[in-house]
């Protein structure tokens, strides 16, 4: 099949950009999105041309570095799947495709369609983790949870840090990824230690590094590849305020 | 003229890669030692890139009263056909547990619960004993992300989106002291000085048509390490797993559908739905190990038996589609996005390159024969033998992650940083900048790939022979050449073209040194299948070693081959028991973990 591509092109970081045009010619249906445009890549190099920068690895929705806007959405338009996932068969002969890297100011471009992520780091510093050693014997079993709280524990914990929550937000907020973490670590007794350090901190640190405040779109949840819920935001504003009144602030 | 672009970084230690190997490195090292100064470089996302994240199975790990190390120990020695090193197993089985139980309590792992609260165990393929480990099938998330948690809340200094180029040596050539490192983001040389440098980024036979591996990987690690003249073995030992998906015309062909299927009981069809397991290993069908299922479906496929589009089919849909919905989510789902059914069809899958088995040759305390080179996870060899058991991979990057981390805080204390060869490294920077050229047409990089991937595919694959290796051999070097000669098109900014030939070359000297070795060994054992030497004969066992021949000249490193008998230190094939352990008594489970 043939397809129109228009693609965000920016040489570097203070660079303009601005959206290029290509052809996909004779691409199979079955192909993914990224082949696709691999596929534009060793034919821009054939021409001796810049190819096109973008993230990827696993290509499995596993590893979170894919991040495309296709057509205006965060990871294309499959419900729950990343870009590495979308396939061309969900687009028709001819078609136009506009592809856009993350836009939000806490993950400013690199080039091209490759931004820089690393905003989502530091938030995990500030609190995203457990401190403390649970010591006990030193027996793989020791820790028991009950199966219905793991398993919460576990939906939450599927995020794979990708950022579509963030680029489909129109106050580019960070909630949906912190809530998640939160969640997920407030939900398990290796998180207990710093459960309300951890809120208080991450919150601060999203602040400072430009990412916006919440008004419950629901965008995020709708782009999410992990199908993530927006319930976990809830959950991140009760632990927050009894983190002030615990710190009686 | 290129030094005003080259920075240099002092640090005491310095990890290439962010796998499970490189991160519990950086951990054991950083909480051995706190006031030490390590950097973890990754060539992709830091805590995204590498395949300990693509875990979906799960990690072999005795816990459990019934089972024993000497039973782990076996089935790993026996699956890896008495070709691995004794004493590295026996690190993997013993520590296993206790790497667990840190994953858990000191990082915040949280693997799967039986209902009394104990962790679950499930069947992998090739064991006495269901001892694998896992969170649903998305067991590398969790690692991955509770250990980068770990690394970043640390203050670890972190550097992704780079990739290390080479390894330096010291002036006098005695050491190794630091790396040549380019940033794929925007193109600058960074030399970093440390006082031990760990090789952690993770194999990958990425080189084959079909792979399984992740993207980013090219075998970097064992090509630098062969360039810098660490002994390298096993190299012909490549494992292909049995069920890589098969969609069409799409890449996806090589991802793998995990081994649980088959541990699970599901069944393999040929094009004439017949269980051809039947004929090839009528006792552990199904779940017999890799090597056999794969080679078996790929000669199933070679004589006109396969499926439609080349392959055989894997069914599990016997087993209940919500047995299968529940246990395999990420399965179905995978299945699903090529419009494939998995819980109530027969989905078509293919054997697919999967894991180098063959590495840096590493001793005890993951040190390389180059004083100041450790070595772990999949660019160390020797631990898997001939196959490699699922589950073993990440029981060996974690395990021999936090032995390296310890031995390597434990070496750098008071000594001194050495200097590296600078002058050596400039030539590194002008070889490198010289592949890049804003004239040049580009178009051969991707015919080279083409044909190398070909070419290991069908000679170097699955089914091997003797004048078809030679001719792979010979070819594969004359590529190595002409690869030399290729310049990328482009900028220095995050160039995906230039990463490709710079893969490229690093993936033609592993392929030369696959090749050679799988036409030095005259017999058949584990993943290497020759049709030729269809026996297991070789008295005594070997590992047959590549080292890089002395000459001084880059562009053109010969390779020399030698061979080594396997030290039986523990148990013999013949079941007797070998030096180490004879007449000790028998170590009961989890006795053994020290503290
Ligand atoms: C699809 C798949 C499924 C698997 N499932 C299982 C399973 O269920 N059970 C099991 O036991 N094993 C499994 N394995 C094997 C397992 O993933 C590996 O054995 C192991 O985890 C490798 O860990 P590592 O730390 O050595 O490397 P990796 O985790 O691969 O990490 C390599 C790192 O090195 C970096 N790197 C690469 N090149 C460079 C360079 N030039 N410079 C700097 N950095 C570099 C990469 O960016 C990455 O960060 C699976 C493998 C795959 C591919
Ligand atoms: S490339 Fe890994 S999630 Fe898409």
């Given at each position: 099949m043939r397809l129109n591509l228009k693609i965000w092109r920016q040489a570097g970081p203070g660079a303009a950009g601005r959206l290029e045009d290509y052809t996909a010619s004779d691409?199979?249906?079955?192909?993914s999105f990224l082949e696709m445009l691999d596929v534009v890549n060793d034919s821009l190099v054939r021409q001796g041309k810049d190819a096109i920068a973008f993230d990827s690895d696993?290509?499995?929705?596993?590893?979170?570095?894919c991040s495309l806007v296709i057509n205006g959405v965060p990871h294309g338009p499959?419900?729950?799947?990343t870009v590495c996932q979308?396939?061309?068969?969900?687009f028709k002969e001819g078609d136009t495709i506009t592809v856009e890297p993350w836009r939000a100011r806490a993950f400013p471009v690199i080039k091209d369609l490759v931004v820089d992520r690393s905003a989502f780091d530091r938030i995990i510093i500030a609190g995203g983790y457990v401190s403390v050693?649970?010591?006990?014997?030193?027996?793989?079993?020791a820790i028991l949870i009950p199966k219905e709280i793991s398993e919460t524990a576990m939906d939450s914990a599927?995020?794979?840090?990708?950022g579509a929550c963030v680029a489909a937000c129109k106050n580019a907020s960070a909630h949906l990824f912190m809530s998640a973490k939160i969640s997920h670590l407030s939900l398990l007794p290796q998180g207990q230690v710093e459960r309300y350090r951890r809120v208080v901190a991450m919150i601060e640190q999203a602040d400072a590094d430009g990412f916006g405040s919440c008004s419950n779109e629901g965008e995020c949840e709708a782009v999410c590849p992990k199908e993530i819920s927006i319930s976990n935001i809830a959950r991140m504003t009760r632990e927050y305020v009894r983190a002030m009144l615990v710190a009686g602030k | 003229m290129t030094s005003e672009r080259v920075d240099v970084l002092r640090t005491d230690i310095l990890i290439l890669g962010s796998g499970g190997a490189g991160l519990l490195a950086a951990l054991h090292a950083f909480d051995a030692d706190s006031t030490l100064d390590i950097t973890v470089v990754a060539k992709g996302l830091f805590g995204k890139s590498g395949c300990t994240r693509l875990v979906q199975g799960g990690y072999n790990v005795?816990?459990?009263?019934?089972?024993s190390f000497e039973r782990h120990f076996l089935d790993t020695v026996k699956a890896g056909q008495f070709l691995n090193d004794q004493e590295l197993v026996w690190t993997l089985v013993t520590q296993a547990p206790r790497c667990v139980y840190e994953l858990e309590h000191t990082f915040g792992c949280f693997f799967d619960r039986n209902a009394d609260n104990t962790i679950h165990q499930k069947a992998f393929a090739?064991?006495?004993?269901?001892?694998t480990v896992h969170k649903g099938d998305l067991t590398g998330i969790e690692i991955m992300n509770r250990l980068s948690e770990q690394v970043m809340r640390r203050g670890i200094r972190i550097v992704e989106e780079?990739?290390?180029?080479d390894l330096l040596p010291d002036a006098s050539g005695r050491r190794i002291a630091g790396a040549l490192i380019h940033s794929v983001r925007d193109g600058r040389y960074l030399v970093v000085r440390a006082k031990a440098v760990l090789l952690?980024?993770?194999?990958?036979?990425?080189?084959?048509?079909v792979t399984a591996a992740s993207?980013?990987?090219?075998?970097d690690g064992i090509a630098m390490a062969f360039r810098a003249g660490a002994d390298i073995c096993d190299m012909e030992m490549v494992q292909f797993h049995p069920t890589g998906l098969l969609a069409?015309?799409?890449?996806?062909?090589?991802?793998v559908l995990e081994e649980g299927l088959r541990g699970a009981g599901g069944y393999l069809y040929n094009g004439r739905r017949e269980r051809f397991m039947e004929r090839y290993?009528?006792?552990?069908?199904?779940?017999?190990?890799r090597d056999v299922v794969a080679r078996s479906s790929y000669l199933e496929i070679m004589e006109?038996?396969?499926?439609?589009?080349s392959g055989v089919f894997i069914d599990v849909s016997h087993l209940g589609a919500a047995f299968v919905e529940q246990n395999f989510p990420g399965m179905v789902k995978r299945c699903r996005s090529v419009g494939l059914d998995l819980a109530r069809t027969p989905v078509e899958v293919t054997p697919t390159a999967h894991?180098?088995?063959?590495g840096v040759k590493i001793g005890p305390d993951c040190a390389?024969?180059?004083?100041g080179l450790y070595v772990a996870g999949e660019?160390?060899?020797?631990?898997?033998?001939a196959n490699r058991l699922g589950g073993n991979g990440v029981a060996e990057s974690t395990v021999f992650g936090c032995v390296a981390g310890d031995a390597m805080a434990a070496r750098v204390t008071g000594e001194r940083l050495p200097e590296v060869d600078m002058p050596l490294a400039a030539a590194m920077v002008g070889r490198t900048r010289k592949s890049?050229?804003?004239?040049?047409?580009?178009?051969d990089i991707y015919e080279v790939r083409g044909e190398m991937q070909r070419l290991m595919w069908e000679q170097v694959g699955l089914v091997r022979n003797g004048r078809a290796l030679a001719a792979a051999a010979a070819r594969v070097r004359e590529l190595r050449a002409r690869a030399e000669d290729l310049r990328a098109p482009g900028?220095?900014?995050?160039n995906p073209g230039w990463q490709d030939l710079l893969n490229l070359r690093n993936h033609l000297v592993v392929s030369e040194m696959i090749a050679r070795s799988a036409l030095a060994r005259e017999e058949s054992r584990g993943s290497h299948f020759r049709r030729d030497f269809t026996d297991t004969?070789?008295?005594?066992v070997s590992n047959i070693f590549v080292r890089r021949?002395?000459?001084?000249n880059d562009e053109n490193d010969e390779m020399d081959l030698y061979r080594k008998p396997v030290r039986f230190s523990r148990v013999r094939p013949d079941g007797s028991m070998g030096?180490?352990?004879?007449?000790a008594p028998e170590p009961a489970p989890l006795a053994d973990q020290g503290e």
């Open positions: 691409v199979s249906s079955d192909m696993c290509r499995e929705g596993i590893c979170g570095m499959d419900r729950g799947t979308l396939h061309l068969r969900r050693n649970c010591g006990g014997a030193p027996d793989g079993n599927a995020c794979i840090g990708c | 005795v816990l459990n009263r019934e089972d090739g064991q006495s004993f269901d001892r780079h990739r290390a180029l952690a980024t993770g194999g990958g036979p990425t080189m084959y048509r993207a980013d990987k090219s075998m069409a015309a799409s890449l996806m062909t090589g991802t290993d009528p006792a552990r069908m199904e779940r017999s190990t006109g038996r396969g499926s439609p589009n894991f180098q088995m063959g390389s024969s180059l004083d660019d160390a060899g020797t631990v898997h033998g890049l050229s804003p004239t040049a047409d580009g178009r900028s220095e900014m995050f004969r070789e008295d005594p021949r002395n000459n001084g030096g180490a352990v004879a007449g």
